[in-house]
């Protein structure tokens, strides 16, 4: 992985969804060591799963990244949180959102797959009462080789989130993140294809 070819592939990426989407690197994958790269190549903005990682890179990096929460979202870990992030993307429980103070948006899971993380439609309207700066909502629909079936979850959560008069939409991966902005992405959040295959 060079600075350079990330670079080229942010940037392309970049050309082909336009400036109004914010893109989110997501960092799982890279080390500390390697987040230098992302920096060289022109990378703005990282999202972590982990808070310990985030406290690790963020101490290496601190100003070279705006910093989100991208992860399943402890509240004991909470303030480790309030302290680097601008933004969480995958608020989910009222007892998290009791020790959050920073803007946050509410995951939602459409699929009802167990495995994974998110509010159901149903306790949703709950959760965004329960926390004061909920700005979107945030999904992520099932693992697809086929984009198109990630379709009908990207526009059911763009209709929650217009209901409720939220802005914010942070959908679609790299599986799925050009049908994710046809249907209204404010965010991206992308890894593999910056840095693999
Ligand atoms: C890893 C991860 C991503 C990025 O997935 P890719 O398939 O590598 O693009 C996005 N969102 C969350 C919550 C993740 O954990």
């Known amino acids: 992985m060079s600075p350079d070819e990330v670079r080229e592939r942010y940037e392309r990426i970049r ?18 060591e390697e987040l230098a790269v992302l920096a060289e190549a022109g990378i703005e903005v990282v999202g972590e799963n982990r808070a310990q990682d985030l406290e690790a890179k963020h101490a290496r990096y601190g100003d070279a990244f705006r910093w989100h929460f991208i992860g399943h979202l402890q509240s004991r870990k909470a303030k480790t949180i309030n302290g680097i992030c601008e933004l969480v993307h995958s608020l989910s429980s009222e007892s998290a959102a009791k020790r959050l103070e920073i803007p946050a948006l509410v995951e939602v899971n459409l ?24 700005r979107g909502l945030m999904t992520m629909p099932p693992e697809t080789a086929d984009p198109e079936s990630s379709r009908p979850y990207f526009r059911r959560l763009r209709q929650l989130a217009t209901e409720r008069g939220l802005t914010e939409l942070s959908m679609g991966t790299s599986q799925d ?7 209204g992405a404010t965010l991206i959040r992308i890894g593999s294809v910056l840095y693999r295959g």
């Open 177 to 183: 993140y050009r049908i994710a902005v046809e249907e």
């Open 15 to 32: 050309t082909e969804i336009g400036d109004a989407v914010t893109i989110v690197a997501a960092t799982k994958y890279v080390s500390v």
């Open 111 to 134: 699929s009802g797959e167990e495995t994974k993380a998110g509010v159901s439609e149903d306790d949703l309207e709950a959760l965004i009462a329960a926390y004061p700066d909920v």
